[in-house]
């Protein structure tokens, strides 16, 4: 009998996970691209499409692909519900693009992927009823880089629902601690209160702090809330200052795809075949 964790077949979402694992462009560090790991995603995706249920859902960046995971299980039959809608915002066009080929392939109808900085005003054709974010961490810029996709998820929802944002997490870090207060600070600030923290969840793939975690911040509008302003593009360049991390500042438009890959795949340039002698 297959093994079951709550009601999901649990060896049949590992499997699934796993296609969407393969589709995933390699990460790019210097982006703070680090992805979550398998186990963690499995457990994620049930999470977010029972708390997303029925709403349209809206990613800020989504390298780790929770998106696709999302609505993968669903289609399969793996999980029964999920998110009406998702749409993926990201600045990396090979993420868009392995999103959009795996929605066409696998015919996830709920799923898009749109190419979008979050230094630009939201777009404001649709909105949506949730957002969900796993953002650059802040580490050395206090937190403003959460901030910043925090408050497109709030835009993305028109200052009224829910958002999952997903951050560091550790009682030994002293930044995570003060990155956590200030999200908390900004999420109040803009007419939001922390509905329920999840503490220390997921684990990444990161060669320099293997055992980092994140936790689940979801943030509730409180009723009545006002959006502060329209969305408008970030012009003051020093919210842009270490935005990755140390001296990684955000001085990227979009990350462009220079060759259409098979993720799955070994690339070419990757490997040689050295022949059998002829006589043999
Ligand atoms: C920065 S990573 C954070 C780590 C996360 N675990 C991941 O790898 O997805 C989150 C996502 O945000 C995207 N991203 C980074 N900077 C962005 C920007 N300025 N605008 C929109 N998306 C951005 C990345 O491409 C990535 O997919």
């Given amino acids: 009998m297959a093994e079951r964790n709550h009601d999901i077949d649990l060896k049949a979402a590992i499997n699934a996970i796993s296609d969407v694992v393969q589709n995933r462009p390699r990460p790019i560090r210097q982006m703070d691209q680090i992805y979550m790991k398998t186990g963690d995603m499995v457990l994620q995706s049930h999470l977010v499409a029972h708390w997303a249920k029925d709403k349209q859902l809206a990613f800020i960046g989504d390298g780790d692909a929770i998106s696709v995971c999302v609505a993968y299980l669903r289609e399969r039959g793996i999980i029964e519900y999920g998110p009406?809608?998702?749409?993926?915002?990201?600045?990396d066009e090979r993420i868009v693009g392995a999103v959009t080929r795996f929605a066409d392939k696998?015919?996830?109808?709920?799923?898009?992927?749109?190419?979008y900085n979050c230094l630009d005003a939201f777009p404001v054709n649709t909105v949506y009823d949730a957002f969900y974010t796993n953002p650059p961490w802040g580490a050395s810029n206090n937190g403003v880089s959460v901030e910043v996709f925090t408050q497109r998820g709030m835009?993305?929802?028109g200052y009224d629902g829910e958002g999952m944002v997903v951050i560091?997490?550790?009682d030994g870090l002293e930044w995570t601690q003060r990155v956590l207060a200030n999200t908390q600070r900004f999420a109040i600030a803009s007419g939001f209160y922390v509905s329920k923290m999840m503490p220390r969840r997921h684990l990444y793939h990161l060669d320099d702090d293997p055992d980092l975690m994140s936790c689940n911040l979801l943030l509730r509008s409180l009723p009545g809330t006002i959006p502060p302003m329209a969305s408008e593009s970030i012009t003051d360049l020093s919210r842009l200052e270490h935005f990755y991390g140390r001296s990684q500042h955000l001085r990227v438009r979009y990350i462009r795809e220079k060759k259409r890959l098979d993720y799955g795949m070994a690339h070419e340039d990757e490997y040689c075949f050295e022949l059998l002698e002829e006589n043999l």
Avoid: G, K
Wanted: proline residues 0%; charged residues 35%; aromatic residues 8%.
């Fill in 84 to 91: 009406s809608r998702i749409d993926v915002y990201d600045f």
């Fill in 106 to 115: 696998m015919r996830l109808e709920t799923l898009q992927a749109h190419l």
């Fill in 155 to 157: 835009e993305a929802i």
């Fill in 168 to 170: 560091a997490d550790d």
